[in-house]
């Protein structure tokens, strides 16, 4: 096996474990709860009949490891259990909201990236002067508001004084693209402007990085032309970086989409998870917070993935 | 003064961080002289607009905002910075550890905070929290845990550094003990950056513990809490009023502060670095 195909393979399978470890602590979060969980979960309505039934349910009356494999079994089939609560099935809940909450989180990032990418350049280039400064201050803020302030200025400035954009991101299946896409326009740029700062900085560090290491001094000192330089010499080695950096705060939106979609009460999976925690209805907790878990450690892995692929001194290595 | 030495060398962003800062802590410390009400006292009518006794009007329950907002400074931050604190605790003593002792003990902490880190910090305490409902002790130990992971992996990084230097040799070879070295030549060596962090950690936990109140699965009312003063009074925004705006100000206006500071600081640092 060539070096690069081994370091792949190496982290796909830690990969693979993180999410086997990850689904046995969500499993074991229902186990830990005190006492008998049927009873905690029912609290005051526990009488003999209704705790029988859910103990047949979570298939209490069986042994934890067999209770984990078969649960993992019908989660593989798509079967996520039925919610406590109103006893609908969770998977039927969580469907289209799970596509709601990726549509959001899609639109934000495709335009944080471009943008992030474009800024964190500009930063680059001309750093010191007043738009680096401009750029840098900025980033710091945003970086330091809470989702929902951002949010909530925008709710006041755009849907209450002046009135032109829905403050509630309301979304339904009826809908075309286009209504869709304005309905969401609040929550994108909330959305946004938290993951631009970060990866707007984070272009910049690595762009900075590599126009100071002395190969780039040398093309200067040989004449070639500041353009080429940029073109030629620095993206391509700033590439690995910048990728590594986007996916992983992609991961980070894919998380951050939680507190925006509260603010906007947009029906996504993050509103439903919360609902689930206030109303401890652990079926859809449990659910929901798989697929979020799945979803950040499998960007980060492709993250990690790709900067194995894209180290130029590795790709050396294969040829 | 070593204080005004320590102002005289700063840069501007770093001052006026400070500056808000230090308002801040001071209107969290002073909060039960200041106040014109109690914490929970209701005084008047529901969404007060601001004058008339009340500077920055009244919240949903109809007690006096600008009360509510020093006891929420008050309680937000003493819980963030404990929590910061244990996290720095638990945090600090296992990276150490794990770099002075190295084998089965770095490997056991190093593996279980990989797993806590690849696990997202919110998805997580909201599954703590659902199993074992809200609480603030809860809480505090929910979050300094997992953010003790983060702090392990940079003390483990900054001691294995100092590790090999030849005054750890040294000490080592003149018989001292682990403790020892671990208090008198690491700790003072990894104190710098350490410094640095604790400021971003209390700043990460802070908007962590304001994004689960305002979830509603943080701090509980009638505690004043600055995010849980956004969730109740959130509707009123579309009335026009901006009750919610100001604890969410408060907020960001804290975190911007610490931030300006630690910015400097760490500018400042790898400028001594690269001298």
Redesign the interface.
């Known amino acids: 096996m060539t070096p690069l195909s081994q370091m792949v393979t190496k982290r796909l399978t830690a990969g693979v474990l993180t999410i086997a470890v990850v689904s046995i602590i969500i499993f074991i979060g229902v186990e830990a709860l005190p006492g008998d969980p049927a009873t905690a979960i029912l609290g005051q309505q526990a009488t003999p009949e209704n705790l029988a039934a859910l103990r047949k349910e979570l298939k209490l009356d069986l042994p934890p490891h067999v209770r984990y494999f078969s649960w993992l079994s019908d989660v593989a089939h798509g079967d996520l259990g039925r919610s406590l609560t109103n006893q609908r099935p969770v998977a039927e809940m969580i469907g289209w909201r799970f596509w709601n909450t990726l549509f959001l989180a899609a639109a934000a990032a495709a335009v944080a990236v471009p943008l992030a990418i474009m800024l964190g350049m500009l930063a680059a280039l001309y750093h010191d002067s007043w738009l680096d400064r401009l750029l840098s201050i900025s980033s710091l803020s945003a970086i330091s508001f809470p989702e929902f302030f951002v949010g909530y200025i925008l709710i006041a400035v755009f849907a209450v004084k002046i009135g032109i954009l829905p403050g509630v991101a309301s979304i339904h299946p009826g809908m075309t693209l286009s209504q869709k896409l304005v309905s969401i326009i609040l929550p994108t740029i909330t959305l946004m402007l938290v993951v631009l700062a970060h990866m707007m900085r984070m272009t910049r560090a690595a762009i900075i990085g590599i126009l100071t290491s002395p190969y780039i001094e040398m093309a200067k000192l040989k004449g070639i032309r500041q353009g080429r330089i940029i073109y030629h010499h620095a993206i391509p080695n700033a590439l690995a970086p910048i990728i590594n950096v986007v996916i992983m705060d992609l991961a980070w939106l894919v998380v951050g989409v939680v507190v925006v979609e509260v603010v906007f009460v947009y029906p996504g999976l993050g509103q439903l998870l919360v609902d689930a925690v206030s109303k401890r209805d652990l079926p859809v907790v449990q659910a929901s917070g798989l697929i979020f878990a799945c979803t950040y450690i499998l960007l980060n892995l492709t993250a990690d993935v790709l900067a194995i692929l894209t180290n130029p001194k590795l790709r050396s290595a294969v040829r | 003064m070593a204080f005004f030495k320590l102002v005289k060398m700063t840069s501007t962003?770093a001052r006026i961080g400070m500056g808000m800062v230090l308002i801040t802590m001071l209107s969290a410390v002073l909060a039960p002289v200041i106040a014109p009400y109690e914490e929970a006292e209701v005084v008047a009518d529901v969404w007060l607009p601001s004058g008339e006794g009340h500077i920055l009007g009244t919240d949903q329950l109809g007690r006096d905002l600008f009360t509510r907002m020093l006891y929420g400074a008050r309680n937000t931050i003493a819980i963030a910075l404990l929590i910061t604190f244990l996290a720095f605790l638990v945090g600090v003593i296992g990276g150490l550890l794990a770099a002075n002792v190295g084998g089965w003990v770095d490997m056991l902490l190093s593996r279980i905070v990989?797993?806590f880190m690849?696990?997202?910090a919110?998805?997580?305490s909201?599954?703590?929290?659902?199993?074992?409902?809200s609480s603030i002790p809860v809480l505090i130990m929910v979050i300094a845990l997992l953010d003790s992971t983060k702090v392990y992996r940079l003390a483990r990084a900054l001691a294995m550094d100092i590790e090999v230097m030849e005054f750890v040799e040294a000490a080592r070879l003149s018989g001292e003990g682990i403790w020892w070295i671990i208090i008198k030549e690491v700790l003072p060596n990894a104190m710098p950056a350490l410094i640095a962090e604790f400021g971003l950690r209390f700043?990460f936990i802070f908007?962590f513990i304001?994004?689960l109140s305002?979830?509603?699965?943080g701090i509980q009312p009638p505690t004043a809490d600055w995010?849980s003063m956004?969730r109740e009074n959130?509707g009123a925004?579309?009335f026009?009023i901006?009750t919610?705006?100001w604890p969410?100000?408060a907020?960001?206006f804290l975190?911007?502060g610490?931030?300006?500071i630690v910015?400097w600081f760490l500018h400042r640092s790898s400028q001594i670095r690269a001298q």
Not at chain 2, 127 to 132: D, H
């Open positions: 962003g990989d797993v690849a696990f997202p919110l998805i997580l909201l599954m703590v929290l659902s199993i074992v409902g700043c908007l304001s994004a305002f979830l509603g699965l995010g956004v959130a925004i579309s026009d901006m919610p705006l969410a100000g907020i960001a975190t911007i610490i931030n300006l910015d």
